[in-house]
């Protein structure tokens, strides 16, 4: 009988705690972790009401598209983590670049919250050095690109699945010119 008492007052213990409110450092999480998901959900108008107006907003926005011309898929999506005075998401995914040149890459978000809204994001990636080798092939052999579907890439520029899509064809075309010199 004293068995089921404890085991009472513990679940009724741990129901009280579910609904204790959550700290700010867990809300911006949870707000970093929704961009996320909203990121890789391919919508563009959720992402943007989640983020305040600035030049990031339109870096991250061209980002998602690029992001989505490539195929873009999520292999591995670790939870956000509180760093100082940010959060950083990093999410290791499979695309159309790593495909044809051999490799997987990770994507690191870099949010800072401010009000329940995401004020700045940065992004990095991890690409190896093969992929700074087809941009360089690309200004080289194929500069049209730049003038074409990747004009004002990253910087503004309105078509970033385009431009994705048409760097992914390129890197096939890259990796086959490449295997044929050696």
Known sequence: MKFNYLKKLMVIALLACA???LSGDDQALQIAERFITTFYSWDRSALQEQMTENDDHQAVIYYQGWAEGGNYAVKIRRPCLLENDAISC???V???FGQAMGYIATDTF???ISNGQISEVTFTADDPPIFEELQQWIMT???EV???PCLD???GGNTPQACAKT???LAEEFMTTRESER
Do not use: H, K, Q
């Open 141 to 143: 052999e194929r500069p």
């Open 94 to 96: 499979t695309d159309n």
């Open 110 to 112: 870099r949010l800072l």
């Open 90 to 92: 990093s999410i290791t």
């Open 146 to 148: 730049l003038t074409g």
């Open 19 to 21: 609904y204790l409110p």
């Open 153 to 155: 890439m990253f910087a």
């Open 167 to 169: 760097v992914s064809e």
